[in-house]
């Protein structure tokens, strides 16, 4: 079983509305911090979102209030609910999984993160 399998991205208009979907093993989704992360092309991957074992979650500032990070425990699945797309919000999505925090977008890159998925594209149209 692969650690992590992305799926839910397609392709939108501006303001509507798609759920990704993080499908982990047992062990990587228990690890302390998950997170979802975003590449466009030709720039780095950066963090949209993350949340802790705890159930802390924090976003990247330009998705705070649009999107949403959850998780179901019973099903090893983590979730970005994303509203209002943008065309800025055009960019591979990946899921990944840290043993270690603080789990804050705006404190740890992508090199904190040892665990990933080969990602979903979402493509957002003016």
């Known amino acids: 079983q692969e650690a992590l399998v992305e799926s839910g991205g397609g392709s939108v208009q501006a303001g509507g509305s798609l759920r990704l979907s993080c499908s982990a093993s047992?062990?990587?989704?228990?690890?302390?911090?998950l997170a979802w992360f975003r590449q466009a092309p030709g720039k780095e991957r950066g963090g949209v979102a993350m949340i802790g074992r705890d159930g802390f979650t924090n976003y990247r500032d330009s998705v705070q209030g649009r999107f949403t990070i959850s998780k179901d425990d019973a099903n090893n699945t983590l979730y970005l609910q994303m509203n209002s797309l943008k065309p800025d919000d055009t960019a591979m999505y990946y899921c990944?999984?840290?043993?270690?925090?603080?789990?804050?977008?705006?404190?740890?890159?992508?090199?904190?993160?040892?665990?990933w998925g080969h990602g979903t594209r979402v493509t957002v149209s003016s």
């Open positions: 990944a999984s840290a043993a270690t925090g603080p789990c804050l977008v705006n404190m740890m890159g992508r090199h904190s993160f040892p665990h």
């Open positions: 047992k062990y990587t989704y228990n690890l302390y911090c």
